[in-house]
């Protein structure tokens, strides 16, 4: 605007604004000062309620008759005995205004549910559990997989394949499996989600007896239970998992089979390209230890392929100490 300002002074507005391609509108707008209005107030509508009027309104819907009543029903009763004071509308931009708008029943409130954490730094200080269905032979028939496994070490220290949910078996599951850990009063946590097996008071009072603090996911949240879900999840994605088994007899004899491939034969990433076993086991550091001395750089091999495999091994393992068990801040449920 300020070169058109310039030019007009030499060839006039109308060429400055030509040669500019700028509207001579725009430009007689943009130079002409602007003074700032003074808002006027908003005129009071002829129909409005008076003050008196609208502590009325708010005096009948908090009254003992009405204060549980939607404004609409406060409305539709008084026309009904022939009293209008106010649309419902109105009703709700006075109660709005007094802060008085708000869920006016007596219904259940559910509380704010903090983001879940659990941190084990060892085995045998917090297992999940849960239980998943294997298809059986036709639908309509499933047989329930129970498995326990330790947080740290992805360990399955226990599972049971039955017929049924029921929280007798899972208390015979859960004590068998800390009387084999060797599980001592107030040393281990149990987290499950939130299924009746796992709040049934079978299962609480076992845990007040062997002194084992239990823990629970937040409604609705399956994030809130992730080794045991994921666990299901590297069983039932394996090539040899069939659609549908043919029988009890089958579904137990692949568990058995993938359970015991699963706690010694999988390697995980999580913790360090262990098996579970591994790490349950305590053999951890020693493997690990024998690992960085067999990868360590050769210092006169003659094989060209085993020279760059042993660079590549040190470059993105050894010298990264990837090959660690990491400690585990794991978010999993609160206590």
Not at 42 to 59: F, G, H, N, W, Y
Not at 173 to 202: K, P
Not at 255 to 272: K, L
Request: aromatic letters at 10%; charged letters at 25%.
């Amino acid at each position: 605007m300020a070169h058109a300002a310039q030019l007009s002074e030499h060839v006039g507005v109308l060429c400055a604004c030509v040669s500019l391609g700028l509207a001579r509108s725009t430009y007689y707008a943009r130079m002409r000062p602007r003074t700032p209005s003074e808002a006027k107030p908003r005129p009071r509508p002829k129909r409005a309620l008076s003050d008196e009027e609208r502590a009325q309104v708010i005096t009948l819907a908090t009254s003992e008759e009405y204060v549980d009543k939607s404004p609409a029903a406060i409305v539709t009763s008084q026309m009904d005995r022939n009293i209008y004071v106010c649309s419902a509308r109105t009703m709700y931009r006075l109660l709005h205004i007094g802060r008085l708008l708000k869920e006016r029943r007596d219904i259940t409130s559910h509380p704010a549910y903090s983001k879940p954490e659990l941190v084990a730094r060892q085995t045998r200080k917090v297992w999940t559990w849960d239980i998943t269905k294997l298809k059986g032979p036709k639908k309509g028939i499933a047989y329930s997989l129970y498995v326990v496994l330790d947080m740290y070490s992805r360990y399955i220290v226990g599972w049971l394949l039955a017929l049924r949910e029921d929280d007798e078996l899972a208390r015979t599951l859960i004590d068998a499996a800390c009387g084999h850990e060797g599980v001592e009063r107030n040393q281990l946590i149990i987290h499950a989600d939130n299924g009746g097996v796992m709040r049934s008071n079978t299962l609480y009072e076992l845990f007040d007896k062997l002194g084992v603090q239990r823990s629970h996911s937040r409604p609705y949240c399956s994030n809130d239970n992730p080794y045991s879900e994921s666990q299901f999840k590297t069983m039932k994605y394996a090539p040899a998992y069939p659609k549908r088994f043919s029988s009890f007899s089958h579904a137990l004899a692949y568990c058995r089979e993938f359970i015991e491939d699963y706690n010694n034969q999988m390697y995980h990433s999580g913790i360090a390209m262990l098996t579970p076993a591994m790490v349950h086991l305590g053999h951890s550091q020693q493997i690990i230890e024998q690992r960085i001395t067999n990868f360590r750089m050769p210092s006169g091999s003659t094989s060209l392929r085993m020279n760059q495999m042993m660079s590549y091994i040190h470059e993105h393992y050894v010298s990264k100490n990837r090959w660690q068990v990491p400690e585990y801040p794991q978010q999993v449920s609160p206590l």
